[in-house]
């Protein structure tokens, strides 16, 4: 029997809305949905690609135990969740709570149920150490709204925008942020068409920078000088929002005061930007009318991404970019409590310097969570607390981490490494004892609760209209299969533990004030995913029940919701001036200018995602990588020329702190000094090398933790990374 229903597609975090054509039940092919009023019938390869996924020799189908010979046994998923309840209570028994950290990556975003269950796992058997990939991507944004305070209110969106701001974020490969990710290649279009300038920093002619009024085409890693630079014109020329300012902002003399050097001149040396396209960047952004920034993974990853992203607030508050008394609130909340805006700010709080500090580094925890990048070293460091037990879940942290060569070490050096995975393939999963097999996205139900959410973490990011999807199951698991889902593994544990489990009803990233609902489990009967979903929308602003009587999502603008004004006597400001900020400045200012004083290492290496494949996801299937296997260095025709290289051929690349091998590939659009490369390839063992065209190579083993790290998130240099190239493998 052939039917079709409707799904909503969970390879990235866009939450597209799918149409899965089934045979006896089984997907057969993903599109789009043309009917869906927010998307448009918007897909990309990795979503439709799903129906081989789901069928991939790769995929794990049950659970796995590795033996001492390094071969796995098949389990099953009751036996394998025995033994791993055994041996975390010996280590628990033996080394305390601390001792068990886990690790949270991709696929925990759009399971939505999944972190919840997992904190309150972690919570139960009193351990602090939960690590995401937060700390490892934008950490930025959690510690400068942190250090500048939110506005109540929110953002002016990007659908009804005259300008915005792009920085090292590219939405129309990522569908993460900066222009809102349902169907973002027709929204930027759309948006140019009907008159907005869009302003892009980034080292490379990006699919956005193509539809830019002004690209900066800066130096890797000077965001910083150019953004400092563009509030330095704003406020010469006075052209920020003087009665915003004053009734809401604070610190505007010590940031003028440290921008002071940031002279066009200076920035023009500094990063390579034209003197006139600087000046003409921020009189757009500062005059356009309504407009926001947003900054990406690529100023995250270069250095000083927290003073990135706090300029970008700066820019924000300088021009009144938040939404005012009066106006229409774009997205009330759907699964989502009531949202009740005021014109008004939250104040800041604190950054850093709380909660569970790290025996390395001087770490503690901060507004963007523990740093992941001190785990390895936190496994490998002997003496009290040290972590013997990791339990990682949709992540791959033998890939994804920067320095892996140590990420291996501390792997290897694990009494207890469990995987909660779909597949094996590129994967950390190898090393693991056990890997639990989950449920493929299309085998459970699936709520777009995370990309609602999603509006709290940065300015355009979310739903801009009230929107919401449910989808149920679009498939059982291939017959014989033994999986569960990722919330279940800890229930299950729990379970085994004898313990109880009370979740927290909100989400880690949101920053609304006050107690967050509780709920506690049954632990004689385990809740269904759906019952969970319940739980997760019991605040939310439309019931549950009408969100499920729309199988295809919709719009639920049934209510208008406006910025109340701000209450009598509110005192809090929008601060620009943060002490630690303006200090970084003056630091900026003070430090020499690396291109003239690194001269050995005369190329930087920036971050760039690839459009078929998330991360390490989809690098199995053929089609999604292009038919290649590796990640190519991309790289100026005209540097490839001077260097005698020729698409395809090898290079080697050196920065101060790891070497990779990598295969060239001409692009028009990189800047000049600059190779442009993605992350999460390579071999999983980086000390026997495997061929460059089989696997491509590691970008991680370029970057350092113990060196050019940030002092509080940890995120070490991963992008904008001085290196060397050397001819031939
Ligand atoms: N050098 C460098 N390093 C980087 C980056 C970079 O740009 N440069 N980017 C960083 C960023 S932004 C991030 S977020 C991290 C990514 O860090 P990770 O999340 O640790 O890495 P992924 O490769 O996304 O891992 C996803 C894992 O989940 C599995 N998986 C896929 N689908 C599912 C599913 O439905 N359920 C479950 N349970 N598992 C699933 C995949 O097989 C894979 O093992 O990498 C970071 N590392
Ligand atoms: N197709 C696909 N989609 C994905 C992913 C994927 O792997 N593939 N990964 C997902 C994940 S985990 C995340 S976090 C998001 C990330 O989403 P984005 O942050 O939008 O990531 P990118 O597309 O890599 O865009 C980063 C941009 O930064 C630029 N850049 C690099 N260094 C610098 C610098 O120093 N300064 C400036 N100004 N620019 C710089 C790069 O040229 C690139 O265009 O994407 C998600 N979506
Ligand atoms: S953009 Fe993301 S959610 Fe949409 S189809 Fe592609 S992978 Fe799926
Ligand atoms: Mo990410």
Redesign the pocket.
């Known amino acids: 029997m052939r039917d079709s229903v409707h799904g909503i597609c969970?390879?990235c975090a866009a939450m597209c809305p799918i149409v899965i054509d089934r045979e006896d039940g089984r997907p057969v092919r993903i599109i789009g949905d043309k009917h869906n009023p927010v998307y448009w019938g918007y897909t990309c390869i990795k979503g439709r690609e799903m129906v081989s996924q789901l069928r991939h020799p790769d995929r794990l189908l049950g659970s796995l135990r590795r033996e001492s010979d390094g071969r796995f046994t098949p389990i099953t998923s009751a036996q394998a969740l025995d033994e791993v309840t055994q041996k975390l209570q010996r280590i628990i028994a033996e080394h305390g709570p601390r001792a068990v950290a886990t690790?949270a990556?991709?696929?925990i975003f759009t399971?939505p149920a999944t972190q919840p269950v997992s904190t309150a796992w972690m919570n139960a058997i009193g351990s602090p150490m939960m690590f995401t990939?937060?700390t490892?991507?934008?950490p930025g944004k959690t510690i400068a709204a942190a250090l500048h305070g939110t506005w109540s209110a929110g953002p002016q969106v990007f659908d009804d925008a005259d300008t915005w701001l792009l920085v090292g974020v590219n939405p129309i490969v990522a569908h993460s942020g900066g222009v809102p990710n349902q169907n973002p290649a027709k929204r930027l279009k759309d948006a140019v068409e009907r008159g907005m300038k869009p302003i892009v920093l980034d080292p490379r002619r990006t699919e956005c920078a193509e539809r830019a009024f002004v690209h900066l085409q800066a130096r890797p890693g000077e965001d910083p000088a150019v953004l400092a630079g563009m509030i330095r014109v704003i406020l010469k020329e006075a052209l920020f929002d003087a009665g915003f300012v004053r009734a809401h902002v604070a610190g505007v003399d010590a940031l003028a005061a440290a921008v002071e050097p940031f002279t066009p001149q200076y920035v023009e040396r500094r990063a390579g930007v034209p003197m006139a396209d600087l000046e003409l960047a921020a009189r757009t952004f500062a005059t356009a009318g309504r407009g926001g920034a947003t900054a990406g993974?690529g100023s995250n990853?270069a250095p000083r991404g927290n003073l990135t992203e706090y300029l970008l607030l700066c820019l924000m508050s300088l021009c009144g970019r938040w939404l005012k008394a009066g106006e229409r609130v774009p997205n009330a909340g759907v699964m989502g409590p009531r949202f009740a805006p005021r014109a008004q700010a939250n104040a800041p709080w604190p950054a850093w310097g709380y909660g569970e500090k790290l025996r390395v580094r001087g770490f503690s925890d901060a507004a963007c969570g523990l740093p992941t990048s001190a785990l390895p070293d936190e496994i490998l460091l002997p003496g009290d607390g040290q972590v013997k037990a990791l339990i990682?879940?949709?992540?791959?942290?033998l890939?994804?981490?920067?320095d892996q060569k140590k990420t291996l070490a501390a792997l290897k050096a694990l009494d207890l490494f469990v995987?909660?995975?779909?597949?094996m393939?590129h994967?950390?999963?190898h090393l693991a004892h056990y890997n639990i097999g989950?449920k493929?996205?299309l085998e459970s139900p699936a709520i777009t609760l995370p990309n609602e959410m999603l509006s709290y973490f940065g300015t355009g990011f979310g739903y801009a209209v009230p929107y919401a999807q449910y989808a149920p199951a679009a498939t059982e698991p291939p017959p014989g299969a033994d999986l569960i889902e990722?919330w279940e593994f800890f229930y299950e544990v729990a379970r085994r533990m004898k313990l109880e489990l009370e979740m927290a009803v909100a989400y880690s990233w949101t920053t609304t004030s006050g107690e967050p609902a509780r709920y506690r489990f049954d632990m004689t009967r385990k809740p269904s995913t759906d019952e969970l979903f319940e739980v997760l929308c019991a605040e939310g602003r439309v019931p549950f029940a009408r969100v499920k009587e729309r199988p295809g999502g919709r719009v639920f603008d049934d209510e208008a919701i406006t910025v109340m004004p701000a209450e009598a006597g509110h005192a809090a400001r929008l601060q620009v001036g943060d002490g630690a900020m303006v200090a970084e400045l003056h630091a900026v200012a003070a430090e020499p200018i690396e291109h003239e004083a690194l001269r050995e290492y005369p190329f930087r290496l920036i971050?760039?995602?690839m459009h078929g494949v998330?991360?390490?996801?989809g690098r199995n299937n053929a089609r999604q990588m292009r038919h290649r296997h590796h990640n190519p260095a991309f790289m100026n025709p005209l540097d490839l020329a001077a260097l005698g290289l020729s698409d395809g051929d090898t290079i080697r690349i050196a920065s101060r702190y790891g070497e990779i091998p990598a295969i060239v590939e001409a692009e028009d659009g990189i800047r000049r000094g600059v190779i442009s490369m993605?992350?999460?390839f390579g071999g999983t063992d980086p000390d026997s090398p495997s061929d460059v065209r089989e696997a491509g190579a590691?970008?991680?083993l370029?970057?350092s933790v113990e060196h050019e790290y940030d002092p509080y998130s940890g995120i070490p240099r991963?992008?904008a990374i001085p290196v060397r190239i050397d001819k031939g493998a």
């Open positions: 969970r390879s690790y990556g991709t696929y399971y990939s937060a490892i991507d934008q993974t990853m990682s879940i949709g992540g791959n942290p890939m994804a981490w920067p995987c909660l995975d779909i597949q393939a994967n950390s999963c989950c493929h996205s990722e971050s760039r995602r998330m991360n390490t996801t993605s992350h999460c590691n970008t991680g370029l970057a991963m992008s």
